[in-house]
């Protein structure tokens, strides 16, 4: 399921920029991409760096090693682009593309079973994932809705690994100068899910005669953000991130490829400037907690995982660029 968290966050771009614009459509979905989720503008890089930390595991169960990670970094990139509408612009087909690189560096390792302490090689880990999804934008009570349905695939360096859907409807219940307020249903279409239906809802209001605003996704963010500078803009508050990836294990336990999902709460401050309405930079730092870290066999369901860590709180730095074709002057 916390893989899934992703999904939510895809839903209510495009749901925001439908509740904001008079004319829904390409120019709609460009919108949402620049404002409301910036590992999906046309093109999008990040890095991140993470802070040492310790942390503690069990395998099976069982008490199996405690360590330190003395060295974490990702660097990121995506692609995300509408490449086909209706002529009433009510249905869009929009593909995106992602890859991860994770490197980590530990320090020394205590295994539970041997009470000895050893040090292990380095880990170069690369993830990439690929999605079509197709958006129809109408009307339900006289309110404007949005249904929507991504197909998608991931894997690693090694191959292809798993195929993977869901779909929505998320209607805009409120829609002001002020206020935008938004609810809906997720179906995952996933047999790895532990719940295939997710309630969804999200609310974006600005305060009276302030130049703040507060952006509420549910359960993916709580910002306050206001202006800063005349092309800039900061946000103070807590994100909840989730980060995945494949590993192909060969060992006495551990034989075949599994999934590694990791949920991260991050609170902290972040900067973004636009040097033009094309392009677009940022930073941010914090502090990162791992909710939690689980291992399961290919495609099965969070709670049968096999391996569980538990890790310290890490301070992190993240900053990043992205482009995007839509964004007009």
């Known amino acids: ?19 904001q614009e008079k004319e829904p459509g390409i120019k709609a979905l460009g919108k949402a991409i620049v404002d409301k989720f910036p590992t999906t503008r046309t093109f999008d890089l990040q890095y991140e760096q993470l802070g040492p930390s310790n942390y503690d595991s069990e395998l099976f169960g069982n008490k199996f090693e405690r360590g330190r990670v003395e060295n974490h970094s990702r660097f990121k990139a995506a692609f995300n682009l509408p490449f086909y509408a209706s002529k009433s612009k009510r249905f869009v087909l929009t593909t995106s593309l992602r890859y991860k690189y994770e490197s980590y560096q530990f ?7 041997t009470t000895q302490t050893y040090r292990r090689e380095n ?53 002001t100068p002020s206020t935008t307020i938004t609810a809906g249903v997720l179906v995952l279409l996933d047999p790895s899910s532990i719940v295939p239906l997710t309630p969804l809802f999200s609310m974006n209001h600005k305060f009276k005669n302030s130049k703040w605003d507060m952006d509420f996704i549910l359960p993916q963010r709580l910002l306050f953000r206001r202006e800063l500078l ?11 991130n989730t980060e995945t990836f494949y590993l192909n294990l060969n060992s006495s336990n551990l034989h075949g490829v599994y999934e590694l999902n990791q949920l991260e709460l991050k609170s902290g401050i972040t900067y973004e400037y ?21 291992i399961t066999e290919k495609g099965e369901r969070t709670n049968r995982y096999v391996y569980d860590q538990k890790e310290d709180t890490q301070g992190y730095f993240r900053f990043g660029v992205s482009y995007n074709l839509f964004n007009r002057k």
């Open 274 to 294: 636009s040097f033009t309405p094309k392009l677009i930079a940022f930073v941010k730092g914090g502090f990162n907690n791992v909710v939690s870290a689980r």
């Open 230 to 240: 005349e092309n800039g803009r900061i946000s103070l508050g807590t994100e909840l």
């Open 1 to 19: 399921m916390k893989s899934k968290i992703i999904s939510v966050f895809v839903v209510f771009i495009s749901v925001h920029a439908i509740a």
């Open 107 to 113: 320090g020394d390792i205590y295994s539970y079973a």
């Open 123 to 175: 880990e170069d880990i690369h993830y990439w994932a690929g999605a079509v999804t197709a958006t129809y934008m109408a009307s339900l009570f006289n309110k404007p809705v949005i249904y929507s349905a991504t197909a998608s695939v991931d894997g690693n360096e090694e191959n292809l690994q798993r195929i993977k859907g869901f779909a929505s409807s998320v209607l805009v219940l409120t829609r």
